[in-house]
């Protein structure tokens, strides 16, 4: 009997140290890229109604409880994800989930009016202050700052300004066309 009651303690407790290891190692990997998951978006799958059997109940649960003023709402499935877009005041919202229903990120899309206030005043020290801002996009991941993509117009050029930490970095520039 002794017997027994220890190697179950010690079995019990060994699936619990690897199941303690593998889920740090998870949250501490590198997470996908937008452009990762953009390509993502553009595989998904939905049927007519909107409903996919496939997607996790805990997803759902999640949107459910934090998002529950949305309309629009739609639901995409992919092989090893999930998407849903709705609208919540005026404001854009993309979340994805993998496929066991963890929330992976959320991206929110608005123009310069919903831009915080500590965003905009780096603006007004910034040498882009003569740029019109026309979208702004969050995104937003477990683990991370919320990252701000921020697309500008000036007169001739349009720029797409990554905002992370209260830092600037251009990530494009385009030249408008005459």
């Known amino acids: 009997m002794k017997k027994k009651l220890v190697t179950t303690f010690v079995g019990t407790w060994l699936f619990l140290v690897i199941?303690?290891?593998a889920n740090a190692q998870f949250v501490f990997s590198k997470g996908q890229t937008?452009?990762?998951?953009?390509?993502?978006?553009?595989?998904?799958?939905?049927?007519?109604?909107?409903?996919r059997n496939d997607i996790s109940v805990r997803?759902?649960?999640?949107?459910?409880?934090?998002?529950?003023?949305?309309?629009n709402?739609?639901?995409?499935?992919?092989?090893?994800m999930s998407v849903v877009t709705f609208i919540i005041s005026d404001i854009n919202y993309r979340?994805?989930?993998?496929?066991?229903?963890?929330?992976?990120?959320?991206?929110?899309?608005y123009d310069q009016t919903k831009?915080?206030?500590?965003?905009?005043?780096?603006?007004?020290?910034?040498?882009?202050?003569?740029?019109?801002?026309?979208?702004?996009?969050?995104?937003?991941?477990?683990?991370h700052p919320i990252n701000y993509i921020i697309h500008l117009e000036g007169e001739t050029k349009?720029?797409?300004?990554?905002?992370?930490?209260?830092e600037i970095q251009e990530s494009q520039i385009f030249e408008k066309a005459k």
């Open 19 to 21: 199941t303690v290891a």
């Open 115 to 143: 831009l915080s206030p500590d965003i905009r005043d780096i603006f007004i020290k910034s040498p882009y202050r003569d740029y019109q801002i026309f979208q702004v996009q969050e995104i937003e991941s477990p683990l």
């Open 158 to 166: 349009l720029v797409n300004l990554r905002v992370y930490n209260g």
């Open 59 to 71: 997803a759902v649960r999640h949107f459910l409880k934090n998002f529950e003023n949305a309309s």
């Open 34 to 51: 937008s452009k990762e998951v953009t390509s993502y978006v553009r595989s998904v799958e939905r049927d007519a109604r909107g409903y």
């Open 73 to 80: 709402e739609t639901w995409y499935s992919a092989s090893d």
């Open 95 to 109: 979340v994805d989930y993998d496929k066991l229903g963890s929330w992976m990120e959320t991206f929110r899309t």
